[in-house]
Structure formats: C-alpha cells, structure tokens
C-alpha cells in the first residue's frame, strides 16, 4: 500500500438504532464518511476501511494484519466489563494487536475507549466501571490537557511529505484560523484547548494513583489525558503512534444522537421530562468535524524511535492469538467512499 493510502479495520461492536441504521447506515459507514471527508479537507488522498462484524466473531484475518494503518473500535451498548464471549474476546484481541503488531494505531470510540483503556492499562490499576454520577449526555466541553495538546501538536507526518503534501497540526492557544480551516474549528479557535463532541454513555474509565507511574493517576509514563469535562475525569488518552480514545461521539450529529436517546431513554425509564431536557442538550453545535480530523492525523502519524519501547501488557506478553478469532470474514473495502463487497450480517 503507498504511503499515501491508509488502511482501517473498523470493528463494529453495536448496530445503530433503527432509524439511524436506515439513513446512516452501520457506525462503519459513518466512520468512513467523516474520515473520507476529513482526509479531503486535509489534502491526504486516500483512506480506505475494512468493516469487522465483532459481536458475530469475525476479525481482520491474519494475512491481513501486516497491510493495516490502524484499528478503529465503535461505540457499543455493551459495557467493556460485561462476562458477554465477544467482549471479552476482543479485550484479548487489543492486546495481541498491541504487543505484536507496533505499526498499528488503535483509535476506540466511547465503548472502543472503554475496552482499550481496560484491556492495555490494567495493571496500572485502570479500570471501567458503572459512573455514580449517572449519564454524561448532550454536547459537552472538554477541556484538552496542556500534555496531550504538546504531545499531539508534535507528532510527525512522514506520510504526508512523502506523498507531496504537509498534514495541518492540531491548534495550539497562539495559532488563528486560516482560510483553509474546517468550519467547527474555526468555532473552537478562541480556545482550541475545547474540544466540544456529542456524549451518551453510563460507563466511564476510572484513572487511580500507581506505583507503575510518578504522576497522580495511573498512566505508563508515554501515555497522557486527552482531556476531561465536569462530569468525566477521564475523557480519552494518548500514546503517540500508537493509542487514540474519545469518551465522546465525533460519530454522532443531533440526528444520531437524538434517535438514540429516544431508545435509550425508555430502557432506562426516563420520563418525558428527562428526554426532553436531553434533547436540548443535543441540540447544540461540535466539534465532529475537528475531531475528525485529529483522528485522521492520529493514524497517519510516523512511529518515532520512542514507541518501541511501548508497555507491554502482562496479559499480553505471549503472543498468541486469542481463541475464538474466526479465521475466515465477510468484509467491506470502501474506496474513497466507494463499497465494494458483499453484504453482511446486521449486529445483533
């Protein structure tokens, strides 16, 4: 593959709401499309995805590994600490991906934030659980720390040069909007240490003090906080060439998120008081496009030398695959937003 295409496993782990299923189609299919169009906007010329049926077992097949740029994991109902086989199935799988395959990057959305976070970082005592401070819901700020904002700003772009072209960095507190800037962060550019994205989620990744890591929660000294809101300590993190997460959905627009919580709200026995509040809240501007593009920019990055020394997680440390991988997959390849493939299978 040229050094101007990347290549994406998205691993589905969730069917969108019927409504959004019928207009959006998969959270692959929306993934694709905000990715595409954020690589246009930033000058890279291909991005190309591979959808993964994860409830139903089937994973990128092994041949295929090596010709990946990145892993991406969506949002799920499911909660990573669920005993569900295909939950735990793929927290062995990140590992496996993690400490035998280095060149590939791992982004994981919301629920994919949850299990990367549960499956690399456990031994420093990181864990997902239940928020007693119940549902972060609606848009929200998240305030970007200093750390992840240097980190990221940073990172190198050898695939872009190669292919004649330069990456734009992350805004920095001194940068101005340009022409060429994308319309949400052109909205954030007062502050570009906000960082306002869609939330729905019940869960949350709890960060506690380690005696793996001198800083005052537990992260491997290369890894940092993306950020947090008022509601959520823990709103993502970064480990450069390597690790992406959101908490948050750059995924969902007003449309998704408001269909989902009319789902959402009457399985949790939300009155219509409390849904209607919700709505409110979701009906508000983010910054998705941005977003977009900073995952975009994650997974062309060019590993530096300082990646390869990389934790490695002590469940991981054989490389073996996980029992359970089907050897055999139904997949999708999108060029530049073209599907070329069978169809598969709804998530259950």
Not at 133 to 149: C, N, P
Not at 275 to 297: F, N, T, Y
């Amino acid at each position: 593959m040229s050094p101007s295409t990347l290549h994406i496993a998205i691993l589905d782990t969730d069917t969108p709401v019927p409504t959004v299923l019928a207009k959006r189609g998969l959270y692959s299919d929306i993934f694709t499309s905000l990715l595409q169009d954020a690589s246009s906007r930033l000058s890279w010329p291909t991005i190309t995805t591979t959808a993964y049926d994860i409830v139903a077992g089937l994973y990128p097949p092994t041949a295929l590994l090596p010709t990946l740029s990145g892993i991406l994991i969506t949002g799920s109902a499911a909660s990573s600490y669920d005993k569900t086989p295909w939950v735990q199935l793929l927290d062995a799988w990140i590992s496996f991906i993690y400490v035998n395959y280095p060149k590939i990057k791992i982004f994981g959305s919301c629920f994919g934030h949850q299990i990367v976070c549960q499956s690399l970082l456990r031994e420093y005592g990181v864990r997902v659980e239940r928020d007693g401070s119940g549902w972060e819901v609606g848009v929200h700020e998240i305030r970007l720390a200093k750390e992840f904002l240097g980190a990221f700003s940073a990172m190198k772009s050898t695939g872009m040069k190669e292919a004649g072209k330069e990456l734009k960095q992350l805004p920095t507190p001194d940068d101005t909007p340009s022409p060429t800037s994308s319309p949400s962060a052109e909205a954030s550019a007062a502050d570009p240490s906000i960082l306002r994205l869609q939330f729905v989620h019940a869960d949350h990744v709890v960060l506690t003090p380690s005696h793996h890591s001198p800083a005052p929660f537990s992260l491997p000294s290369d890894w940092v906080l993306l950020g947090s809101t008022p509601h959520c300590h823990c709103q993502g993190v970064y480990q450069p060439s390597r690790i992406l997460t959101f908490q948050g959905h750059f995924e969902f627009d007003r449309f998704v998120n408001s269909e989902t919580i009319k789902i959402f709200g009457k399985i949790a026995g939300w009155d219509d008081a409390r849904v209607k509040e919700v709505l409110e809240a979701i009906d508000a501007d983010d910054d998705s496009l941005r977003a977009a593009e900073m995952v975009v920019k994650f997974f062309a990055d060019a590993a530096g030398p300082a990646v390869q020394s990389s934790h490695r997680p002590i469940k991981a440390t054989q490389a073996s695959k996980p029992r359970g991988v089907q050897k055999q997959t139904k997949e999708k390849m999108r060029r530049s937003g073209r599907i070329e493939a069978r169809s598969r299978p709804l998530l259950k």
